[in-house]
């Protein structure tokens, strides 16, 4: 088992330009989830899917974040026209199921973004 | 947010000394976990807590939760530097689907 599996591991882009993440989850798993992780703010609830659907996505900046689930072997976060400020760390979780806090999330190593 | 300001902290040990962590939450849950992040990677959990519980261990890890103060401690004995990481407490918030992560406490273990 690979663990949950994130690409790039670096991404530097030019403010405005697009950037997209890449998730793998652990295979079996249903519930997937996207963090946004930055020393000011420490680690944010972006948005959940269970069983590809979206379910909560009350974390996402609602003008230039998009994530999608097309299948269940991976999830996408897209960020259109990228600020600094959306300079951070994005991690993937994924667990068996999703009912509350009393599941294990599984995280990748995450996604290290740097806008320039 | 659902955690207390005191949970931002950093540490500096010994190794083989022995710590404690804290965290204080606001509304009420059920249950607790702690996780640990190492440089260059992501959370892991390394306990997880129930109110029915009070105490759980794990190990080298001992973990408690008290409801009625609404807080909850993770002890780590005899402490290796391995264990030099940022650990963080997180519970769901009543009626969230979120797993709300604490600030996490910055652990230095020096050999």
């Known amino acids: 088992n690979a663990g949950v599996i994130q690409t790039p591991r670096h991404k530097v882009t030019g403010k405005g330009q697009e950037a997209t993440l890449w998730c793998e989850p652990i295979s079996g798993h249903s519930a997937v989830f996207w963090y946004r992780q930055t020393i000011v703010q420490g680690l944010e609830f972006l948005t959940y899917f269970r069983n590809q659907a979206p379910i909560d996505d009350s974390g996402m900046p609602k003008e230039r974040f998009s994530a999608q689930m097309p299948n269940q072997s991976h999830s996408t976060l897209k960020i259109q026209s990228t600020q600094p400020q959306d300079s951070a760390v994005y991690l993937c979780a994924s667990s068996l199921a999703w009912g509350g806090g009393a599941e294990t999330l599984y995280f990748g190593s995450g996604t290290r973004l740097t806008v320039l | 947010s659902q955690w207390g300001e005191e949970n931002l902290q950093a540490l500096s040990i010994q190794e083989g000394e022995d710590v404690t962590m804290n965290c204080s939450y606001k509304t009420y849950t059920t249950v607790v976990q702690w996780y640990r992040q190492k440089s260059g990677k992501g959370p892991a959990q390394l306990i997880l807590?129930?109110?029915?519980?009070r105490e759980k261990r794990s190990g080298r890890l001992r973990a408690t939760l008290d409801t009625s103060s609404q807080s909850s401690s993770l002890s780590i004995t005899g402490t290796l530097a391995t264990d030099t990481a940022v650990y963080f407490c997180?519970?769901?918030?009543?009626?969230?689907?979120?797993?709300?992560f604490g600030s996490g406490t910055q652990l230095t273990v020096m050999p």
């Open positions: 997180a519970t769901d918030s009543s009626g969230s689907w979120q797993l709300i």
């Open positions: 807590i129930r109110s029915n519980e």
